[in-house]
T-cell receptor, first 110, second 115 residues
Framework: KQEVTQIPAALSVPEGENLVLNCSFTDSAIYNLQWFRQDPGKGLTSLLLIQSSQREQTSGRLNASLDKSSGRSTLYIAASQPGDSATYLCASQAGTALIFGKGTTLSVSS | ETGVTQTPRHLVMGMTNKKSLKCEQHLGHNAMYWYKQSAKKPLELMFVYSLEERVENNSVPSRFSPECPNSSHLFLHLHTLQPEDSALYLC??????????????FGQGTRLTVV
């Protein structure tokens, strides 16, 4: 059964810092890996999708990488801003649906 | 607007009530999902429908009953719930697994409180 772990659980940084969020998964036979953002009490917003055949995806200040062999993905956020404060979730798709980690709650102070 | 709309956004119900959650997507997807999000726990997959057929029921109690009348609509019928069922219920849609792009999109969720 697929298990997804995210480290750290919480992170506080000053504005302008570059940061890395980590995600690991136990079953390397995945179809894809997706990163989401969730604001308090809201739904999930898709940030990046990495297909199993890809190594990374970029969108603006976000870059996500995927290493299937080691069961790891990272989300890199460049030049963080207070508006980036949210919970970031990674999810892997190894079967019929996405399996989620608990998330990393990010706080960026101005 | 993500293209996935859930109603109602908030719901308070007694343990003897019957209510339904609704999800609608306008993204042309053929797979739809119900997830439950409780405090301090990862999102839990409840049900998966692909091409209007239920393909996964993740050991969910029978007091939760899904319905997918067509590829654009998904319902979750609720009856005789327990206080521990209070949570954020999220609906998602995507193209089915094995197709080219299976990026999933979520609705804003229904915050359910059982009293």
């Amino acid at each position: 059964k697929q298990e997804v772990t995210q480290i750290p659980a919480a992170l506080s940084v000053p504005e302008g810092e570059n940061l890395v969020l980590n995600c690991s998964f136990t079953d390397s036979a995945i179809y894809n890996l997706q990163w989401f953002r969730q604001d308090p009490g809201k739904g999930l917003t898709s940030l990046l999708l990495i297909q199993s055949s890809q190594r990374e995806q970029t969108s603006g200040r976000l870059n996500a990488s995927l290493d299937k062999s080691s069961g790891r993905s990272t989300l890199y956020i460049a030049a963080s801003q207070p508006g980036d404060s949210a919970t970031y979730l990674c999810a892997s798709q190894a079967g019929t649906a996405l399996i989620f980690g608990k998330g990393t709650t990010l706080s960026v102070s101005s | 607007e993500t293209g996935v709309t859930q109603t109602p956004r908030h719901l308070v119900m007694g343990m003897t009530n019957k209510k339904s959650l609704k999800c609608e997507q306008h993204l042309g997807h053929n797979a739809m999902y119900w997830y439950k999000q409780s405090a301090k726990k990862p999102l839990e997959l409840m049900f998966v429908y692909s091409l209007e057929e239920r393909v996964e029921n993740n050991s969910v109690p029978s007091r939760f009953s899904p319905e997918c009348p067509n590829s654009s609509h998904l319902f979750l019928h609720l009856h005789t719930l327990q206080p521990e069922d209070s949570a954020l219920y999220l609906c998602a849609s995507s193209h089915p697994v094995g197709t080219a792009n299976t990026e999933a999109f979520f609705g804003q969720g229904t915050r359910l409180t059982v009293v």
